[in-house]
């Protein structure tokens, strides 16, 4: 097979493909070091700013972790606005992940223990716990999860949780995470 006939294949198999499933260029590096911290691209960010709220997200990833899923719910037909960021890593064989949440009704879920705290950058004293697994939640580890956030009589309040799928986070990671959570600009 020479060149230009593999050069054609590829050519058709991407066009065939493309015309049913989207195609994702690769990243350059140039490009991937351009990307913002929260790993949004500008769709998703225009998908976000449609809420025409502020939208918390993270201002530091931990190494390896990528944006996985965009959840965007419009105020419409009498339902509350709301979105999800789900964030993973398949790092030395575990899956990790963390969601930022943002909604008028938020994660609750009763805890015996004193919460711990992390100072935010942009929002004071956050409080957490690290809970043990949440069977209604469908949660089989422990997992960190956040107090509510943000202004009380705002549309979106906001919380942060650790690991809903796959294994919990290191503290470290944690922590930094919400000391570098930030608004969209």
């Known amino acids: 097979m020479g060149p230009f006939y593999r050069l054609l294949c590829v050519t058709l198999g991407a066009a065939l493909l493309g015309a049913t499933f989207p195609v994702w260029p690769a990243m350059s590096a140039a490009a991937a070091a351009a990307m913002p911290a ?15 709220q502020k939208i918390v997200v993270p201002g530091w990833l931990p190494q390896g972790f990528r944006l996985k899923a965009i959840d965007v719910k419009l105020p419409l037909n009498g339902q509350k606005a709301s979105y999800q960021l789900n964030y993973r890593c398949f790092c030395g064989g575990m899956n990790y992940g963390f969601a930022i949440m943002g909604g008028s009704t938020l994660l609750a879920v ?5 919460p711990e705290r992390q100072t935010s950058l942009y929002f004071g004293n956050l ?14 580890d422990k997992f960190y999860l956040t107090r509510p956030f943000g202004q009380a009589q ?11 799928e796959g294994a919990p986070m290191r503290k470290e990671q944690w922590s930094e995470l919400l000391k570098h959570l930030r608004y969209l600009p």
Not at 38 to 52: A, N, R, T, Y
Not at 129 to 139: A, T
């Open 127 to 140: 409080e957490y716990f690290f809970y043990d697994p949440h069977p209604p939640l469908q949660i089989r």
């Open 154 to 164: 705002a549309p979106l309040r906001f919380q942060v949780l650790s690991n809903f």
């Open 110 to 114: 009763k805890q015996a223990k004193r």
């Open 38 to 52: 929260h790993g949004l691209g500008p769709s998703e960010m225009l998908k976000l700013k449609q809420l025409k």
